[in-house]
Nanobody
C-alpha cells in the first residue's frame, strides 16, 4: 500500500508561492492516482487537485485553477503541489491522498490512504 507523507507547509504572505511535496512509500506508486485536499478551520475537507497514473491527467478545483499545479515524479515516488498567487482563503491544512487506481477522482472517499497533513497559512 502507498502511504503518503506531506512536507513544505508554512507561513507566507498573500501573493507568494509555495510548493508542497508528498513522498509516498510503496513500489506501486506509479500506478496510483494521487490527490491533494485541504481543510480550513470550521470547514469540511475539500478537493484541491488530483493527478492520474498518466501525468497529463490532472484536475483542479475551480478555486485554484490557474494558480496551482499538481505534478508527479515517479522516479522519486513524489507528488508536488505548486501554489502561486496565494490568497488568505488558501489557508488550511493540506492533505495528500493515494488512490489504488490509475484514475483520478475528486472524491475523498475514493482514496485509500492519507497523510497527516501540513499547515499552510497565508497572511494578508
Amino acid at each position: 500500500q502507498v502511504r503518503p507523507v506531506e512536507s513544505g507547509g508554512g507561513l507566507v504572505q498573500a501573493g507568494d508561492s509555495m510548493r508542497l511535496s508528498c513522498a509516498a512509500s510503496g513500489r506501486l506508486f506509479s500506478t496510483y492516482a494521487m490527490g491533494w485536499f485541504r481543510q480550513a478551520p470550521g470547514k469540511e475537507r475539500e478537493f484541491v487537485a488530483a493527478i492520474g497514473e498518466i501525468p497529463r491527467d490532472t484536475d483542479y478545483a475551480d478555486s485554484v485553477k490557474g494558480r496551482f499545479t499538481i505534478s508527479r515524479d515517479n522516479a522519486k515516488n513524489t507528488v508536488y503541489l505548486q501554489m502561486n498567487s496565494l490568497k488568505p482563503e488558501d489557508t488550511a491544512v493540506y492533505y495528500c491522498a493515494a488512490r489504488s487506481s490509475p484514475l483520478l477522482s475528486r472524491y475523498s472517499s475514493a482514496y485509500d490512504s492519507w497523510g497527516q497533513g501540513t499547515q499552510v497559512t497565508v497572511s494578508s
